[in-house]
C-alpha cells in the first residue's frame, strides 16, 4: 500500500547502457515530478507531469527522456549512460489545489553507472 | 528564482538536548516552505510545512518550524532530539511561474546525536 514506489531500488549498470526506472503512485494526484541527488546530497528537479503533459523541463542533457503514460505512473528513461548519471533519482507526486501541492516523495532509486 | 540556503553542513547534538536547524530563503512572493527528513538509505518523509496562517507550525515526531518573514528563514526546532533523529534534514521552498510548483531544496543538515 506504498502512496509511492519505484523500481528498482538499486540499479547497477556499465556506460554506454540504456536504463529505466519506473514510478507509481496510489495516491490520485495528477502531477509527478523526478528529481536528482547528487553524491552531495544535492536534490535538484529534473521534470514535471501534469496529467500527462510535461510541465517542468530543468534543462537536462535529452539523453533522459521522461514518459507518463497515464497519471499514475512517470517512468524515467536514460539512453547512453555516463558516470556523472550515477545518483539517487527521487519519484513525487502532488495534486493540484489539494493539500496545496504538498509533493509526496518515493524512496529513491539509487544509480551506478560502472 | 528561489533559493533555499542550510548554513550548517552538520550539526550534533546530545540526546535529550534542545535542536535548532537553520533555513533561509529567498522568493518574491509568500513561500510555500517545507522540510523534509532523509534517513540513511531512505527516500524523504515529509516533517512539516508551512503556506500560510499561523506562523508556528507543528510537525511530526515533535519537531516544529517558525515562519519569519522579516528574516527570511523557516527554522526547525525539537525541544529534545532522540538517538532515532539522526538523519539528513534538507529545507525547501516551492514557488511557481508555471501555476506548477517546484520544489527547491538546500544543501542538506546531518544531524548526529550523541549519547
Known amino acids: 500500500d506504498t502512496a509511492v514506489s519505484q523500481t528498482p531500488k538499486y540499479l547497477v549498470t556499465q556506460m554506454g547502457n540504456d536504463k529505466s526506472i519506473k514510478c507509481e503512485q496510489n495516491?490520485?494526484?495528477?502531477?509527478m515530478y523526478w528529481y536528482k541527488q547528487d553524491s552531495k546530497k544535492f536534490l535538484k528537479i529534473m521534470f514535471s507531469?501534469?496529467?500527462?503533459?510535461?510541465?517542468i523541463n530543468e534543462t537536462v542533457p535529452n539523453r533522459f527522456s521522461p514518459k507518463s503514460p497515464d497519471k499514475a505512473h512517470l517512468n524515467l528513461h536514460i539512453n547512453s549512460l555516463e558516470l556523472g548519471d550515477s545518483a539517487v533519482y527521487f519519484c513525487?507526486?502532488?495534486?493540484?489545489?489539494?493539500?496545496?501541492?504538498?509533493?509526496?516523495f518515493g524512496p529513491g532509486t539509487r544509480l551506478l553507472v560502472l | 528564482a528561489q533559493s533555499v540556503t542550510q548554513p550548517d553542513i552538520h550539526i550534533t547534538v546530545s540526546e535529550g538536548a534542545s535542536l535548532e536547524l537553520r533555513c533561509n530563503y529567498s522568493?518574491?512572493?509568500?513561500?510555500?516552505l517545507f522540510w523534509y527528513v532523509q534517513s540513511p538509505g531512505q527516500g524523504l518523509q515529509l516533517l512539516l510545512k508551512?503556506?500560510?496562517?499561523?506562523?508556528l507550525v507543528q510537525g511530526i515526531k515533535g519537531f516544529e518550524a517558525e515562519f519569519k518573514r522579516s528574516q527570511s528563514s523557516f527554522n526547525l526546532r525539537k525541544p529534545s532530539v532522540h538517538w532515532s533523529d539522526a538523519a539528513e534534514y534538507f529545507c525547501?521552498?516551492?514557488?511557481?511561474?508555471?501555476?506548477?510548483?517546484?520544489?527547491?531544496f538546500g544543501t542538506g543538515t546531518r544531524l548526529l546525536v550523541s549519547p
Open positions: 507531469y501534469n496529467n500527462k503533459e510535461l510541465i
Open positions: 508551512y503556506f500560510s496562517g499561523d506562523t
Open positions: 495516491l490520485g494526484h495528477d502531477t
Open positions: 522568493y518574491g512572493a509568500t513561500p510555500y
Open positions: 513525487a507526486s502532488s495534486q493540484a489545489g489539494l493539500d496545496q501541492e504538498t509533493q509526496y
Open positions: 525547501a521552498v516551492g514557488g511557481s511561474n508555471t501555476g506548477f510548483q517546484k520544489l527547491v
